[in-house]
């Protein structure tokens, strides 16, 4: 069974950054998208960002040139650099595995506040 770990979440004060990791127990080849995805409260889950096995990455528009994703098929990781954050980036940050079916994560906090 699929595991997937989501860590590096936390508190952070507005114009700051922090790195997402997900890790999967599988190589990252058994999946053609690895996705981070967010949660408010009181709000729908929302894509943030999605990389293709072929490495074709993918951003919601509220996050263009803000967020990076990025792979390390070494170390079956995935991260998600957030720059310049905003207190509404205030979510639970959740990454998801594609293949054949969607394995989520438990998800990480990140919380932006002065």
């Known amino acids: 069974q699929v595991q997937v770990v989501e860590s590096g979440g936390g508190v952070v004060q507005p114009g700051g950054s922090l790195r997402l990791s997900c890790l999967v127990s599988?190589?990252?080849?058994?999946?053609?998208?690895m996705g981070w995805y967010r949660q408010a409260p009181g709000k729908q889950r929302e894509l943030v960002a999605a990389i293709t096995l072929r490495g074709t990455m993918n951003y919601a528009a509220f996050v263009k040139g803000r967020f990076t994703i990025s792979r390390d098929n070494a170390k079956n990781t995935v991260y998600l650099q957030m720059n310049s954050l905003k207190p509404e980036d205030t979510a639970v940050y959740f990454c998801n595995a594609q293949s054949s079916s969607i394995t989520w994560g438990q998800g990480t906090q990140v919380t932006v506040s002065s």
């Open positions: 599988e190589s990252l080849s058994n999946f053609y998208k």
